[in-house]
């Protein structure tokens, strides 16, 4: 009896040690992806570089980097293809997504201009979600303009708290070097800083 006592007693203390052992409990959040533009809307051209095509790249690993942090990732594009914003609402909403990022790239015709720039639709739903992100982005080495409201119809009509991210100037020439170096660090590092502001959203 004693040692049966014993013997459940070791068992309980292992079976305790092992929930202690186990990794931390990845996330489960649900994230909506939204690659800007796209098909017959390439969004901002500066020389050969298309907003629609940077915006899917840095989406696509904005993609992997959710999904290996464990969430559940929702795009409203993989490929080149043509969406108005009520489709990508309707994408987001009916996979019940928990928050919206769009990305997109900002332009300007003075070349020397770079800035990141998070715009929100919703007043009350939108507005704290819009600057979680938006902070984030400061890491990105370039002058941060903060939040401003912009009456997007994606933004308005998605459920959940949901930002447009002017990441960078595709018309900034340093931007552009940076874009077109072959390397794919500049839109990697953009997706890790917008993973990094979904992240603290969430508390992960
Ligand atoms: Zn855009």
């Known amino acids: 009896m004693k040692v049966r006592a014993l013997v459940a007693l070791f068992t309980v203390f292992c079976s305790m040690f092992l929930v202690w052992a186990l990794p931390a409990q990845a996330t489960t959040h649900r994230v909506c992806v939204d690659a800007g533009h796209g098909g017959t809307d390439p969004g901002a051209v ?28 929702v795009m409203t594009r993989t490929g080149d293809t043509t969406l108005d914003n009520s489709q990508r609402a309707a994408i987001c909403n009916n996979a019940h997504a928990e928050v919206l ?37 400061s890491g990105l080495g370039i002058p941060n303009n903060g939040i401003s409201h912009f009456a997007d119809g994606m933004l308005l009509k998605a459920v959940m708290p949901a930002t447009l991210a002017e990441t960078v100037f595709i018309s900034s020439d340093s931007e552009y070097g940076l874009l077109t170096d072959g390397t794919g660090n500049r839109q990697q590092q953009i997706a890790q800083f917008l993973l990094q502001g979904i992240n603290t959203w969430f508390g992960v």
């Open 101 to 137: 990022t769009s990305i997109h790239l900002n332009a300007s015709s003075d070349h020397s201009i770079d800035y990141t720039l998070g715009l929100y639709g919703k007043i009350s739903k939108d507005q704290a979600f819009a600057k979680t992100v938006n902070s984030a982005m």
């Open 46 to 73: 500066y020389k050969s570089l298309e907003e629609k095509n940077v915006t899917l790249d840095i989406a696509t690993r904005l993609q992997t980097l959710l999904q290996t942090a464990g969430y559940t990732v």
